[in-house]
């Protein structure tokens, strides 16, 4: 069965950093891209970040472009997404989603919730 | 960036009607289209991929279909586990893009 757990949510300050992960179980973590998607309170779903299966190639939501970073370690499963100069309309559940074969999101964790207020 | 506009936002129907909703992108995405189905408190579940594919595990009561701007996703007879929000999304282009989401709730 397929698992992904999302961790390191929590609150910060804006303009602070936060570094989430997400550990993969029950597929080959190391052959398939990995996105973040994130829903901020009572809202829909927003593309963020993805990486490509090797971790060779990334991509970014141009409201998130030059202030978060992906990243994989496909020798211990997990997928990071460090996070810099926080806003408030960054606050979301932030969701680690494995991509199917054909690129769609066939597997999501649980989400982690990030909060950034004073 | 591709637009995925969704209609109606909301749609009151009784268990057992039949219910269609509408997604509609700026530009064509070939069939690089999903559906997703999301429950309160729930991470989102992958339905349709490919316009028209049910996933895994999938009812037969949803199906897709549509090309290029205009998509649609059809619950034939509402069960009382159908009652959600439902989200399309392209994967044609970056960024990816989701559209803003239809509620299915009960009239």
């Known amino acids: 069965e397929v698992q992904l757990v999302e961790s390191g949510g929590g609150l910060v300050q804006p303009g602070g950093s936060l570094r989430l992960s997400c550990s993969a179980s029950?597929?080959?973590?190391?052959?398939?891209?990995i996105h973040w998607v994130r829903q901020a309170p009572g809202k829909g779903l927003e593309y963020v970040s993805a990486?490509?299966?090797?971790?060779?190639?990334?991509y970014y939501a141009d409201s998130v472009k030059g202030r978060f970073t992906i990243s994989r370690d496909n020798s211990k499963n997990t997928l990071f997404l460090q996070m810099s100069s926080l806003r408030p309309e960054d606050t979301a559940v932030y969701y680690c989603?494995?991509?199917?074969?054909?690129?769609?999101?066939?597997?999501w964790g649980q989400g982690t919730l990030v909060t950034v207020s004073s | 960036e591709t637009v995925l506009t969704q209609s109606p936002a909301t749609l009151s129907l009784s268990p057992g009607e039949r219910a269609a909703l509408s997604c509609r992108a700026s530009?064509?995405?070939?069939?690089?289209l999903a559906w997703y189905q999301q429950k309160p408190g729930q991470a989102p579940r992958l339905l349709i991929y490919?316009?028209?594919n049910r996933a895994t595990g999938i009812p037969a009561r949803f199906s897709g279909s549509g090309s290029g701007t205009d998509f649609t996703l059809t619950i034939s007879s509402l069960e009382p586990e159908d009652f959600a929000v439902y989200y399309c999304?392209?994967?044609?282009?970056?960024?990816?893009?989701f559209g803003q989401g239809t509620k299915v709730d009960i009239k």
């Open positions: 989603v494995k991509c199917s074969s054909s690129y769609y999101y066939d597997s």
């Open positions: 029950g597929f080959t973590f190391s052959n398939f891209p």
């Open positions: 990486i490509s299966s090797s971790g060779v190639s990334t």
């Open positions: 530009q064509s995405v070939s069939s690089d």
């Open positions: 490919d316009a028209s």
């Open positions: 999304q392209q994967r044609n282009n970056w960024p990816r893009t």
